[in-house]
């Protein structure tokens, strides 16, 4: 049985081993081989163990859970940059590929919106590599496309991003 809640201290191994393994397995080509190769979990660990442990940070996260192990998280927050008429973010939804499909990723989503939008929030961005195959996803659960690109540096290759808007009150209508 699958069940999702809030990420605790304690947390952040499970989430970091998602986190790394998921990478590894959904942008091969999409992102430098050698950088997908060296990405470690311990550096993973210790920066999750942060976002855990901030007191007020403003990070929600949660995290989906077979048999008290984690298979899958999402976070989320406050908005990193002002210029799209967003007033919160997704920041990253991860499962590992052998438990997408089943609706983990949905329910996943749809905790971290449902607490977004009891703290009053309206529209949520997401920026996406546009070769994502999650993209699919996104655009299922209400995310749309929009014409802003940005360019990142990931592993010493420029990758554009896509933005994606979600209405979040449209969400809660649904």
Not at 19 to 24: D, Y
Not at 43 to 62: C, Y
Request: proline share 2%.
């Amino acid at each position: 049985m699958i069940t999702i809640r809030n990420a605790v201290l304690g947390d952040e191994e499970g989430i970091a081993t998602v986190h790394v393994k998921s990478w590894q397995e959904t942008y091969p080509g999409m992102m430098p081989q050698e950088y997908l190769d060296q990405l470690q979990i311990t550096g993973r660990k210790n920066m999750w163990g942060k976002s855990l442990a901030a007191e007020g940070g403003g990070e929600l996260i949660f995290v989906a859970l077979e048999d008290d192990q984690i298979i899958g998280f999402v976070c989320g927050g406050e908005a990193r940059e002002d210029d799209y008429d967003c007033d919160c973010e997704l920041y990253a939804i991860y499962l590992y590929g052998r438990y997408k499909g089943q609706g983990i990723g949905k329910k996943l989503f749809s905790s971290l919106t449902s607490k977004l939008i009891s703290k009053g929030k309206k529209a949520m961005q997401l920026w996406v590599l546009p070769d994502n195959p999650t993209c699919k996803f996104y655009s299922a659960v209400g995310g749309v496309i929009t014409s802003c690109t940005k360019t990142d540096d990931i592993g010493g290759r420029e990758v554009i991003e896509v933005l994606y808007k979600f209405d979040l009150l449209n969400l809660e209508a649904q």
